[in-house]
């Protein structure tokens, strides 16, 4: 205990002696614990690095034996993520040569047109001119030049005939319209979908049908434009719409996917009308159309080699004028009927129109045909694409299927878009 004295205070009283008291404080203070403090030892150098190493090999054995199989799966991905961008690319690529192609095939066929009839006409003026000209050299500069101009014009009609730019134009609108759409697909997968290497393979396959269905080039792979038979067009791979699990019998879902026994009937309604109506008719007319081309090419090529057989014999007195006048307007007639008119691109329109049923077809077919719903797209977004290709709605389709099912001949088409 630590004590204190005070000083003696003087107090004052009231008297004038004064005196003295002596006071005693003292002020106790608390036993303190004694605080023990441990202070880390330093570490040498030696022994820091030691420690640092040994962290070092730690984190390394942890990292290594622990992401390998994530890593792999990333790396997977992300591989199957770029070539599906380069395919992308590609595709891109092919609707900007698609594009320029057909317009560039489509000038073709309007110059070529103006060219033939301006030189068809000139050739049958010339010759009606050396028909009143007498006789001498004039006659025969203006009977050389009608044959020359009927001539050259023969060589480009079978050219443009041989080639039909409007259809070859009509190709090409129609690549470029389809190579859009697998662009689009392809997108959608990148943005909601896990790509997978079959993705990518089905992807390629998909971009080697269109190019194989549709050629750039003239030469050596051009389609044939006057077949024995006419035949919708296919531009999609023999193996996308194929048969999968027949036969396999499965627990059906609680929710049936979005499937029941009035949509499959539904479905299969549509599939018979598609048959008997769209592609029969486009077919129909196809051939139709087909038979009315080959007619006209072999027409405009006969009629100018006439007019230019007729135009050397002008000036002898005969008819040859005649002839060679009558068959260059009348050749004129023909080429602006057949290039005018296009009944090539409307013969590729047919084509296209026809192979769109016909995919049609075999898609709610492969898709019936598999017993297993959960592999089966959902039914209702499949009856609502249905519909939507054929321009009806939900309930239009529906009313169309039961009139369809109650009725054998039904002379309503099932699409209305064309």
């Known amino acids: 205990m630590a004590s204190l004295q005070a000083s003696t205070l003087l107090l004052p009283s009231s008297s004038s002696s004064s005196c003295s008291r002596k006071i005693n ?24 690095g030691e420690e640092l190493n040994i962290r070092q090999d730690r984190f390394m054995n942890t990292v290594i034996t622990t992401t390998p199989i994530e890593d792999r799966s990333d790396k997977s991905t992300t591989i199957v993520t770029t070539q599906l961008y380069a395919i992308l690319e590609a595709v891109a690529d092919r609707v900007e040569m698609h594009a320029n192609i057909g317009a560039q095939r489509d000038n073709w066929n309007t110059l070529l047109l103006n060219s033939i009839n301006m030189i068809t006409l ?131 879902p ?85 290039h005018g008119v296009q009944v090539g691109q409307v013969i590729e329109m047919y084509r296209n129109c026809g192979g769109f049923f016909q995919l049609m077809e075999e898609s709610i077919e492969a898709t019936l045909e598999e017993r297993d719903l959960e592999k089966r797209e959902n039914g209702e977004l499949f009856e609502m694409k249905v519909a939507m290709k054929l321009g009806r709605s939900l309930s239009q389709l529906r009313e169309f299927a039961r009139k369809s099912s109650t009725s054998s001949h039904v002379d309503e088409f099932a699409s209305k878009l064309f």
């Open 25 to 48: 404080a003292a002020i106790h203070v608390p036993n303190l614990p004694k605080l023990n403090f441990s202070v880390p030892k330093i570490s040498t150098r030696k022994q820091l």
């Open 122 to 252: 000139t050739a049958a003026t010339v010759a009606g001119i050396a028909a009143t000209s007498g006789i001498g050299m004039p006659l025969l500069a203006l009977k050389l030049s009608s044959t020359l101009l009927y001539s050259a014009a023969m060589g480009m009609m079978v050219i443009m005939n041989k080639i039909q730019p409007s259809q070859l134009a009509e190709e090409q609108r129609n690549a470029t319209r389809l190579f859009k759409q697998l662009q689009t697909q392809i997108q959608t997968m990148l943005a909601i979908e896990t790509p997978t290497q079959e993705d990518v393979k089905d992807v390629m396959e998909k971009v080697l049908a269109l190019d194989k269905a549709y050629p750039l080039p003239l030469l050596g792979t051009m389609l044939e434009k006057f077949p024995e038979k006419f035949e919708p067009a296919v531009w999609w791979p023999s193996n996308q719409v194929q048969e999968k699990n027949k036969g396999k019998q499965c627990n059906t």
């Open 254 to 338: 609680r929710d049936n996917n979005g499937w029941s026994e009035e949509l499959e009937m539904e479905m299969r309604e549509i599939i018979q009308v598609v048959k008997r109506k769209d592609i029969e008719d486009y077919v129909r007319l196809g051939n139709l159309k087909l038979k009315i081309n080959k007619v006209l090419a072999i027409s405009g090529p006969l009629l100018t080699g006439i007019a230019a057989i007729g135009s050397a014999f002008v000036g002898n007195g005969s008819c040859a004028a005649i002839v060679a006048v009558a068959a260059g307007a009348l050749a004129s007639v023909v080429n602006s009927f057949e």
